[in-house]
């Protein structure tokens, strides 16, 4: 059915409108954040001084994020693919009912989460004030992410007739799993990492909870500078985030091009 140039026009019209008024408040917080004044606007002059100023300040903030975000990735992956496994091979009402417990977390907000973390655990000084309470908050959110990814792969490959060929080849379980599942699981896997790292470091509610001052991230961060500090800095601070972010997001999307590509 051949679409007709008013009707694409239109389409074409709304299409930009939307985009422009998600974009424009981005790019006008990233410009702000390397003008000299924002308040001047851009004829004040361009400068990466407030970058500058973001890393000398939040270094120590950006590195303890992006190391959070990993020790998730590898939480959840140990987690997450051998359960994935397990839940894809006998699908049924128990199954089901797993996986909707796992996925439990997303349904509840941030702050009930980490509510309920602090009320359970907070009593435990040392492990309350160390990183491993953030990583236990972000591993819970995240995982759901990673099971859902996985066993969306290994239920369009049929999982569990690969593993009966290898297994009337002699390969133990141990072997299924490594040289089978995981090769086969493999989209499946990168696409639920890129979303469980992009997810960790851009998780606010439930950090802001359970975070310390020793254990501040990126986004309660970047909520401080914009309450403490110039519009500037706090702008770079975006900056700063949009870089790390933005990448992870076009991986995303690129991935699942690719995906939707080779399933046709």
Excluded: C
Aim: glycine letters at 8%.
């Amino acid at each position: 059915m051949k679409r007709s140039p008013l009707v694409f026009a239109l389409q074409l019209l709304i299409t930009l409108l939307a985009t422009a008024f998600l974009v424009v408040p981005a790019g006008t917080s990233i410009l702000a954040g390397v003008t000299v004044n924002y308040f001047q606007g851009v004829r004040s002059g361009l400068t990466l001084e407030w970058v500058a100023q973001v890393w000398g300040l939040y270094a120590p903030t950006i590195f303890r994020s992006i190391g959070l975000a990993l020790g998730t990735l590898v939480v959840t992956l140990l987690l997450g693919v051998p359960a994935a496994w397990a839940l894809a091979r006998k699908p049924g009402r128990m199954s089901r009912l797993v996986e909707e417990v796992v996925t439990l977390p997303v349904a509840i907000p941030g702050l009930a989460l980490a509510l309920a973390l602090i009320i359970a655990y907070g009593g435990i000084r040392e492990f309350r004030a160390s990183i491993l309470f953030i990583l236990v908050g972000h591993v819970l959110y995240t995982l759901p992410f990673m099971l859902r990814s996985v066993m969306a792969v290994l239920a369009a490959v049929d999982v569990r007739t690969l593993e009966e060929g290898a297994a009337s080849l002699g390969a133990t379980p141990w072997q299924r799993f490594i040289q089978v599942v995981v090769p086969n699981a493999r989209g499946g896997i990168i696409a639920g990492s890129l979303m469980v790292v992009t997810l960790s470091i851009g998780e606010f509610n439930l950090t802001w909870m359970l975070h310390t001052p020793l254990t501040q991230t990126l986004p309660v961060g970047l909520a401080d500078s914009y309450a403490s500090m110039r519009l500037e800095i706090a702008s770079a601070y975006t900056l700063v985030f949009f870089i790390m972010i933005v990448p992870l997001l076009v991986a995303i999307q690129l991935l699942g091009g690719e995906r939707r590509a080779a399933k046709r």
